[in-house]
């Protein structure tokens, strides 16, 4: 997902993109550069903010940021790159989203947009990430899981649901996210790939749809969820 499927059309000041962050971010200075002419080289209007899990304090400082009018030239670019964003985060955002400031342009980038509040979606356009030959980044945890044995993948399901405290228990539900996340993402290449386990692939993606929207319930039983993603993993897929 690193190239863009988007016609030129500069009303449209708010957009979100499905990808990982590297991806999301390569994706959007694409656009930036594109439609609006900008250079990214040592550009200040051309602004990049990475979150873990984006926080209404987040929320707010991004607000900030894009409050400010352009140093340099005619516009000025603001990508909000996070693994996840909380629903207090993102209704923060809304009138930033809604009514950014006068040429301005922003990008939230996010792994998922199964987590995104139909308020704050309803507001944005989103950009189509497609494959056109590039290299597609699988995520590393996620190789790693799905080629491991039963008894190492119950070593990282143990690991990422344990925690000295309540920042490193919050790290650990962050990274199960995006290893849940990143399986799907690699479930999907495959599917789209044409592979001789297609079908139990798309299995496989149905059961994460649902999976995934457990997940994101800060109630939710994580190590459950891994442990039946580990079983639901089809043998083919290593």
């Known amino acids: 997902m690193t190239s863009l499927d988007q016609t ?13 962050a590297q991806e999301g971010i390569a994706a959007a200075q694409a656009w930036i550069e594109q ?12 602004i990049v903010l990475t979150y ?16 400010g009018a352009p140093f340099t030239g005619e516009y000025k670019a603001v990508i909000i790159a996070a693994r996840r964003a909380y629903h207090e985060a993102q209704n923060a955002l809304l009138k930033l989203f809604e009514e950014p400031p006068p040429n301005t ?7 998922s947009l199964g ?22 980044h699988t995520s590393a945890p996620a190789e790693a899981f799905i080629h491991s044995s039963k008894e190492k993948r119950s070593a990282i399901i143990k690991k990422l649901t344990s ?16 290893l849940l996340i990143g399986i799907e993402r690699m479930a ?11 079908k139990p692939v798309v299995a496989l993606l149905s059961d994460i749809a649902t999976l995934r929207t457990h997940l994101y319930d800060r109630s939710a039983p994580v190590k459950l969820i891994l442990e039946h993603l580990s079983l639901v993993i089809p043998k083919e897929f290593k």
């Open 35 to 46: 439609e609006l002419g900008m250079s990214l080289q040592n550009n200040p209007d051309v």
């Open 115 to 136: 987590g995104l509040l139909p308020t704050l979606r309803s507001r944005i356009q989103v950009l189509n990430v497609e494959q056109k030959g590039m290299i597609y």
């Open 8 to 20: 030129r059309d500069l009303r449209h000041h708010a957009f979100v993109v499905e990808a990982g």
């Open 188 to 198: 999907y290449v495959a599917s789209r790939e044409g592979q001789t386990f297609t």
């Open 163 to 178: 925690g000295r405290d309540e920042d490193e228990r919050r790290e650990n539900r962050e990274a199960a996210i995006a």
């Open 105 to 111: 342009f922003l990008f939230l980038i996010l792994p």
């Open 52 to 67: 873990g899990l984006l926080s209404v304090a987040d929320a707010r400082r991004v607000a900030d940021v894009a409050s």
